[in-house]
DNA sequence: GCTTGACCTCGAGTCGACTCGAACTCCTAC
DNA sequence: GTAGGAGTTCGAGTCGACTCGAGGTCAAGC
């Protein structure tokens, strides 16, 4: 399967993909064909499916280099693996509350506005600093 | 109220309540002492807040410091106003979906790595490609 | 009067993850 | 045989939001 093809299928650019490579980045290196043009097959399109819900969810690229390296490795660093995932895990749900707490005030500040809308009294608004919050 | 005690309040550092000062982010200029120091009150604190949680929440600076005239510009602007606010909450709540999204495949792989450990398989993960969710 | 510490300005540096462009090589189809 | 398209390498550029550091000013306490 050629770059461009991986690239379609995977949603991310060929330069992304070229750039993952020298980052080493991959379990097994890329085959090349006679010209020198990568190879990839379903195994590697699976991976980068995976690293791009990793990246999605912001695990940087060292720890997905780290998770590519433990795989290479083989057996006996499954704990290790198990313990990057974990950490990553809980970073992404401590961010996902943040989001929460965060769109909790924007929410409340988007009601406020509508309120005052009806009530035809949006320019009352802002009268000495900003509405932020009920108990923050 | 000096920029050190702001600091210390909003968890923003004096580097950065400068910055914001220099990138138009207040609604009114700061005003300053004798001396040329910053002077905040309690409108900027919470103004600060509400910042913060824009930015925990990834609003770009200059939508906030476009948010930050319109109500500047006072009456007039609140359509404006609610609709910048409206457009950030639809962009943390697809955010936060994605976030969702991704959880479910790490929780895939590291319930998946668990369920090896307990059966004293795990060397077995990784045998032609990663395993990366029941339905994706 | 002198040290200490908090503040000031200004410009430059950092960081991560791409993203791009130039110059080149192949293979394929006409 | 040549034009086009997809690939290659390499190094440099970009972006946003800080973050830092040098060099200076000022007020308070000893």
Redesign the pocket.
Known sequence: M????V?ERTG???????????EGLFVEP?R???????VFGEKEVGWLQVCARL?SS?????DIRRYAELVRQGAGTEAERLELLRGHQARVERRARELRDSLDVIRFKVALYEEHFAAGSADTLWRDGPACAPAE
């Open positions: 050629s770059i461009g093809r690239s991310l650019s060929a330069h992304t993909l070229r750039f993952y490579e020298r890329i090349r064909d006679t010209a020198g043009r990568r990246r912001d695990m940087p690229l060292p």
